[in-house]
């Protein structure tokens, strides 16, 4: 089992800005665990923006993001940040972290994930 938690790192910011996401996972196996985060818009379904497995650091991104956005961890604190670059109003969105357990692979897709963060709004103004 994954509890997650996600910090306070969103917000309203002008487009061109940088935000940083962080969310803690508290798990007894942390190294069988693939960490990802996700957006949804309004009236959107929810998007796959990035990923991280846990074991391997091995990493991937949504073609919307890669090069601007970045997943990364911190093993000592079992927290995976979401660090959001150049950002433009389209990526205005509810951001959400969610843990796959137990696997060791990339995931893309929302339904492979079993647990969630709350969500943190994210704010883009043009």
């Known amino acids: 089992q994954v509890q997650l938690v996600e910090s306070s790192g969103g917000g309203v910011v002008q487009a061109g800005d940088s935000l940083r996401l962080s969310c803690k996972a508290s798990?007894?196996?942390?190294?069988?665990?693939?960490m990802g985060w996700f957006r949804q818009a309004p009236g959107k379904e929810r998007e796959f923006v990035a990923t991280?497995?846990?074991?391997?650091?091995?990493?991937a991104y949504s073609t919307s993001v890669k090069g601007r956005f970045t997943i990364a961890r911190d093993a000592a604190k079992d927290t995976v940040f979401l660090q959001m670059n150049s950002l433009k109003p389209e990526d205005t969105a509810v951001y959400y972290c969610?843990?796959?357990?137990?696997?060791?692979?990339?995931?893309?897709?929302?339904?492979?994930?079993?647990?969630w963060g709350q969500g943190t709004q994210v704010t883009i103004s043009s």
């Open positions: 969610a843990a796959a357990f137990p696997r060791q692979a990339i995931l893309v897709g929302a339904s492979e994930y079993d647990y």
């Open positions: 991280l497995v846990w074991m391997t650091n091995e990493t």
């Open positions: 798990t007894h196996d942390i190294n069988n665990v693939v």
